[in-house]
């Protein structure tokens, strides 16, 4: 066996096994603290699947993760490692229910598409600022993205207190959002609609991207070895700006997309976390964005699992924290399997010389 | 020699194997022996596993498989802790001294002697000046590292060695950066150590050297012993031909240059303003068409400065840099490359040359990405990508299992010829070369020689820089040589020039005038 392919083994196997410890956690916690632990464990492993609604409910909280996990991809492909994809999903968000509400040239689906294509700009040149100050100004490119995410935040929520703000109603939020702008829905009763197309579409696009055009390998280039870019002649800067361009602007158009379908107003009043969810689930899919559907579906079906439970049985879903803490422990600690894995690669090498 | 045999073996390892994480054998089943009071020296060529081997006796790597036994007993060593302790020292390639402290303060790093919670400065001077003194090391206790040359940094690195209690010390390819006369005065000190009864294992892939001072030695290739041997007993040709598998000789066909008009211009290139002492001072030079000027000197002296200044990765602070009339300060390392047509061999291939974690395709290719052949509309063109980079496998002799596999799969000599290959498989007008040959195996250094020489007489200007004097009296049809930044001689031809010559320069013993150094620049 090649050392190529004990790699790729290895890398399934670790994850499988990181997943497998920290549902196994899970599950003997809840066996600990529930008084109906067999009830508890049933809403949360098959709760997602047991009527079409929470099937819809499983893939409406997959799709954000979708754009987020991509996004991730794509930022911290030249390795530059920053955050702003929590940022521009919040400012994606806000921006697409500002279009849909104040801008009146177009209305109906050409608004909606007016307005993803302007969150796609916007939250694409925000992602820009980190960067560019990072490189004028040789600040740290992750404290950076990290602080000018509540910049993003407090601008934001201007916007939305100044303009969008419904005072009248009794939900706080903003303005009932144009129903003629939303999705079309695609399976009856649920929530699943034209969203989950663009996921995909953008899964594609995304790897297309990285692997696929001079551009994306050069970004990756870049993340492989960027002494090694620069001396080729690869523009540097140039690359790591398109870099966190795209992957600001995928992130964008997921808290974009969320406005035209799946809530009646927009009511964030704070980040939304959905930039940290993106790097779990990019780490699950080891950075690669052919694996984010799914890696996105794990995560989206253990948070439907756990958000079924807390609402059938006695257990938290905060549950689903731990699982998520124990998997990303696992994947992340490189001497994990590492000695096995050696073993193996001495054996391994050692037959192929004897069969020479 | 006759204690070999009835006393047990100072450090004995047996069946020793090792395996990187990215799958290369560096050791398989090496069975090695020193004794007390020998120079033992260890040969392969690189990436014949003689480091690896060392620093698993050094507790720096982990070993596989095997055994070590110390004095006949065995022992495990984890750590270089583990290896000082049971007085096994060992002198680095890189040397790992903190160049802002005093010899002394270096020499008692980790042991300090104290004064309450205070280190006692005396007692190190002290100290330091006691071990020199019983080894007749001389050296300036009170000298920072940063001031001193590389030979004299060595000296620290082996005293150091010694007065942590090192008997058995391990020195990687020590000749490496020395000149002719720094290797003669390190080959004194080591005859010393042995007449102390120390052992000392000699890592190195220069024949003459080990014939000269080792006793024994012990061969590998590809990770395999080829056996020991009394050095008195076996020839430079058997050695070579146990190192390599066959006997190489390094006769290539050189015809006489024939200069055409000027490539490269350098005028008046100064760089490293505000660092202290100026990496270059005042560099005047040109390149013709179709011939090879080389670039002699300790490392250190501003080679790499000058090639990374005329190759964009340094940005030009004074003085003029023109590549057929392009200036080299207005164009973006895209452009030197592209439109003034220069090929650059950088000299840290894994830092500079090659992505290692990217395929052999992605890294022959890197820098055609834009050529219509390869791309359309930015989306590329995945078919003439393989063709091409199954071409160039098997016109470079890259020696691998697909253009697929990663390149950090490769031995240092096939990396080698990536690089090579990405570089000089299209047209250019001026190559530079840093160190075509560091750490490489013969074969592929007379394959790459061969294509240097066909360039030339192609019509290419070339420039080379190597800390190797063979090396680069071989490929050059015309030299200067640096020191402290500066051309300190010029040689139109190096028909009788030898090489304690050029080291008397390298060294800044000596310097020509302002006029022979001239000749060095063409209009």
Redesign the interface.
């Known amino acids: 066996m090649?050392?190529?392919k004990?790699d790729l083994i290895f890398s399934f196997i670790k994850t499988f096994l990181a997943i497998l410890i920290a549902m196994v956690v899970a599950l003997i916690i809840i066996v600990c603290i529930s008084d109906e632990p067999l009830e508890a464990l049933h809403s949360f492993l098959l709760g997602p699947f047991s009527n079409i609604r929470r099937i819809g409910n499983l893939v409406e909280n997959t799709v954000p993760l979708i754009f987020v996990g991509l996004g991730v991809c794509v930022l911290w492909a030249t390795g530059k490692r920053t955050l702003s994809g929590e940022g521009c999903y919040y400012f994606g968000g806000l921006f697409g229910a500002l279009m849909a509400l104040k801008f009146t040239l177009v209305s109906g689906k050409a608004l909606t598409v007016t307005s993803l294509v302007a969150v796609i700009i916007v939250c694409g040149l925000l992602a820009l600022l980190p960067i560019i100050v990072n490189v004028k100004y040789g600040a740290d490119d992750f404290v950076v993205s990290l602080l000018f995410n509540y910049v993003i935040f407090y601008v934001g929520n201007y916007i939305f207190s100044n303009y969008l703000m419904d005072i009248n109603s009794s939900s706080s939020g903003s303005y009932l959002l144009p129903e003629d702008t939303f999705f079309p829905t695609l399976v009856e009763k649920t929530k699943i609609n034209g969203s989950l197309i663009v996921a995909l579409v953008m899964v594609f696009l995304t790897w297309f991207f990285l692997y696929?055009?001079?551009?994306g390998?050069?970004i990756?280039?870049i993340g492989?070895?960027a002494?090694?870019?620069?001396?080729?002649?690869?523009?540097v800067l140039g690359m790591c700006l398109l870099a966190q361009f795209i992957g600001g602007a995928i992130s964008g158009l997921g808290g974009g997309v969320e406005m035209f379908g799946h809530n009646p107003r927009f009511a964030w009043f704070s980040l939304t976390n959905m930039g940290w969810d993106g790097i779990m689930v990019a780490t699950l899919a080891y950075y690669k964005p052919q694996y984010i559907l799914l890696s996105a579906l794990f995560l989206g079906y253990v948070r439907t699992g756990a958000d079924i439970m807390n609402r059938t049985s006695d257990v938290a879903s905060e549950i689903v924290l731990v699982i998520q803490a124990i998997m990303i422990l696992f994947i992340g600690a490189k001497a994990f399997m590492?000695g096995t894995?050696?073993k193996l690669?001495?054996k391994y090498?050692?037959e192929e010389?004897k069969e020479a | 020699m006759s204690t070999a045999e009835h006393s047990v073996p100072a450090i004995e390892m047996k069946g020793i194997?090792k395996?990187y994480?990215?799958?290369v054998?560096a050791n398989?089943d090496v069975d090695f022996s020193v004794n007390y009071g020998e120079i033992h020296a260890v040969m392969g060529e690189n990436g014949a596993g003689k480091s690896t081997l060392m620093k698993m006796l050094f507790g720096l790597e982990k070993m596989?498989?095997g055994q070590i036994l110390f004095e006949g007993k065995e022992v495990s060593i984890n750590s270089p802790a583990e290896a000082i302790a049971l007085k096994i020292g060992m002198v680095h390639q890189e040397f790992m001294l903190v160049p802002s402290l005093t010899v002394a303060e270096n020499m008692v790093l980790r042991e300090e002697p104290r004064k309450g919670i205070f280190i006692d400065h005396n007692k190190a001077i002290e100290e330091t000046k006691k071990i020199s003194e019983m080894y007749n090391l001389p050296i300036d206790p009170n000298a920072r590292i940063a001031d001193l040359a590389v030979g004299i940094k060595q000296r620290v690195e082996i005293l150091k060695a010694l007065y942590r209690g090192a008997k058995i010390l391990i020195l990687d390819e020590p000749t490496a950066v020395l000149t002719p006369q720094e290797t003669e005065e390190l080959f004194r000190q080591l005859l010393i150590l042995k007449e102390h009864g120390h052992t000392v294992i000699f890592i190195s892939h220069k024949i003459r050297e080990i014939k000269q001072i080792c006793d024994r030695i012990t061969i590998l290739k590809n990770g395999r012993s080829m056996g020991v041997y009394q050095v008195k007993d076996i020839s430079e040709g058997d050695i070579s031909r146990l190192m390599v598998g066959h006997e190489v000789k390094m006769n290539l066909d050189k015809k006489p240059a024939s200069p055409g008009k000027t490539v490269l211009k350098v005028e008046h290139l100064s760089y490293g303003y505000g660092e202290g002492k100026l990496k270059l001072d005042d560099v005047n030079f040109s390149v013709r068409k179709g011939e090879i000027i080389g670039i002699a000197g300790v490392e250190g002296n501003g080679q790499r400065e000058l090639l990374e200044c005329l190759?964009g990765?340094r940005k030009i602070q004074r003085g003029k840099v023109a590549i057929n009339g392009n200036d080299v300060s207005k164009m973006?390392?895209?452009d030197?490359?592209?439109k003034a047509k220069t090929a650059?061999i950088?000299q840290d291939r894994l830092?500079?040359?090659?992505?290692?974690?990217?395929t052999i395709q992605?890294n022959l290719l890197?820098?055609r990405?834009?050529y219509e052949e390869?791309?359309k509309a930015?989306?590329?063109k995945?078919k003439n990508f393989v063709k091409t980079a199954k071409e160039l496998i098997k016109e470079f002799t890259i020696k691998c299992?697909n253009e697929k596999?990663?390149v950090n799969?490769l031995s240092g000599g096939n990396i080698q010829k990536v690089v090579v290959a990405r570089e000089l498989s299209m047209p250019r007008e001026l190559i530079i070369i840093d160190q075509p040959s560091r750490g490489i195996d013969i074969g592929a250094t007379k394959f790459i020689h061969q294509k240097i020489f066909e360039l030339r007489d192609a019509g290419t200007a070339i420039l080379v820089n190597s800390a190797d004097l063979a090396e680069i009296r071989e490929l050059s049809d015309s030299l200067f040589v640096m020191y402290e930044g500066e051309i300190v001689a010029f040689f139109r031809s190096l028909d009788g020039v030898t090489e304690e010559q050029l080291g008397e320069y390298m060294l800044g013993i000596k310097k020509q005038t302002p006029e022979e150094i001239k000749e060095a620049f063409h209009e």
């Open positions: 090649s050392n190529k004990l696929k055009t001079k551009w390998y050069r990756r280039l492989i070895n002494n090694y870019a620069k001396y080729i002649g690869i523009n590492a894995q050696q690669r001495v090498s050692t010389k | 194997t395996i994480s990215n799958g054998v398989k596989d498989k190759s990765l973006s390392i895209y030197i490359r592209e650059y950088p830092l500079f040359g090659v992505a290692s974690g990217a992605e890197a820098n990405m834009d390869f791309s930015g989306v590329l995945e299992d596999q990663l799969m």
